[in-house]
T-cell receptor
Framework: DTAVSQTPKYLVTQMGNDKSIKCEQN?????MYWYKQDSKKFLKIMFS???????INETVPNRFSPKSPDKAHLNLHINSLELGDSAVYFC???????????FGQGTRLTVV | DAKTTQPPSMDCAEGRAANLPCNHS???????VYWYRQIHSQGPQYIIH???NNETNEMASLIITEDRKSSTLILPHATLRDTAVYYC???????????FGKGTRLSVIA
């Protein structure tokens, strides 16, 4: 079983569309994250949720809205997609007191 | 969190030990040193972490200098599958997210 799974793996969409990426973890962790990796391969934290509460929002445009329906899920909804949103988005999870974070396989978003 | 400095790239012959250095001269007393790697567009993978003492697990060894201003990740017998970008990260607490730098691109050569 995959520990952190993201869907879809690939997403191609037109500018101006709204899309969602889903993330689920089956590790029982209480903290989940979204990272963005751009074309230059820099991995940047976007959001961090602990027990369904937003604890970090790293100056991400408000077109990006994370939603955590429960501790096992953290979905990312993006409104009015722009060309610059093209990137690979990684979801991750970790547990209080445990220092290892687990990452999903990534979602490659291409905006055309 | 303290800043880290790593060489942008390194080569290693297959079967030999790969020694990846990291400088973290501004590290504070309660900050841990973590190592992750990313194999060609996959999600980052945890390798090892430590505070003061040297650490070893099934994947690697972590050597931290006595003053804690630098560390070395050692892959004892590198294989082609160890080709990846290796990230050294300094971090205070579990609640803070991992902050990735540019890392070191390790190429293991047959």
């Amino acid at each position: 079983d995959t520990a952190v799974s993201q869907t879809p793996k690939y997403l191609v969409t037109q500018m101006g569309n709204d899309k969602s990426i889903k993330c689920e973890q089956n590790l029982g962790h209480d903290t989940m994250y979204w990272y963005k990796q751009d074309s230059k391969k820099f991995l940047k934290i976007m959001f961090s949720y602990n027990n369904k509460e937003l604890i970090i929002n790293e100056t991400v445009p408000n077109r990006f809205s994370p939603k955590s329906p429960d501790k096992a899920h953290l979905n990312l909804h993006i409104n009015s997609l722009e060309l610059g949103d093209s990137a690979v988005y990684f979801c991750a999870s970790s547990q209080e007191g445990n220092t290892e974070a687990f990452f999903g396989q990534g979602t490659r978003l291409t905006v055309v | 969190d303290a800043k880290t400095t790593q060489p942008p790239s390194m080569d290693c012959a297959e079967g030999r030990a790969a020694n990846l250095p990291c400088n973290h001269s501004t590290i504070s007393g309660n900050e841990y040193v973590y190592w992750y790697r990313q194999i060609h567009s996959q999600g980052p993978q945890y390798i090892i972490h430590g505070l003061k003492n040297n650490e070893t697990n099934e994947m690697a060894s972590l050597i931290i200098t006595e003053d804690r201003k630098s560390s070395t990740l050692i892959l004892p017998h590198a294989t082609l599958r160890d080709t990846a970008v290796y990230y050294c990260i300094v971090r205070v607490a579990w609640l803070k997210p991992l902050v990735f730098g540019k890392g070191t691109r390790l190429s293991v050569i047959a």
